[in-house]
């Protein structure tokens, strides 16, 4: 079992930046892929991106190449998402989710673990 804890959300202005933290409990941790999923009211959850276990392949949606970077510190058992240049349709509940796997899967459906969330909110 991995628990996953989010943190880092919050307000800021279009154009602004934020960093996410996805922390882990297990140190096995470092045997999993994690990715960053995101949630707004009345959508489905969406892929943000993912990273490989070692931290060597990252893999990113459309919407947010080129402004966000996705990371990890394996010692620290914490995986990053600095998210840069944000814009309002940025707007969600963000989620990050673990899966052991040796591809980097995008379907949300296919990840056992996952936090509990934290809200990103960005004013126009």
């Known amino acids: 079992q991995v628990q996953l804890v989010e943190s880092g959300g919050g307000l800021v202005q279009a154009g602004g930046s934020l960093r996410l933290s996805c922390a882990a409990s297990r140190r096995t941790f470092t045997s999993y892929n994690v990715a960053w999923f995101r949630q707004a009211p009345g959508k489905e959850r969406g892929f943000v991106s993912v990273i490989s276990s070692s931290g060597r392949r990252t893999y990113y949606g459309d919407s947010v190449k080129g402004r966000f970077t996705i990371s990890r510190d394996n010692a620290k058992n914490t995986v990053y998402l600095q998210m840069n240049s944000l814009k309002p349709e940025d707007t969600a509940v963000y989620y990050c989710?673990?899966?052991?796997?040796?591809?980097?899967?995008?379907?949300?459906?296919?990840?056992?673990?996952w936090g509990q969330g934290t809200q990103v909110t960005v004013s126009s």
């Open positions: 989710a673990a899966v052991s796997s040796v591809e980097l899967i995008t379907d949300p459906k296919k990840y056992n673990y």
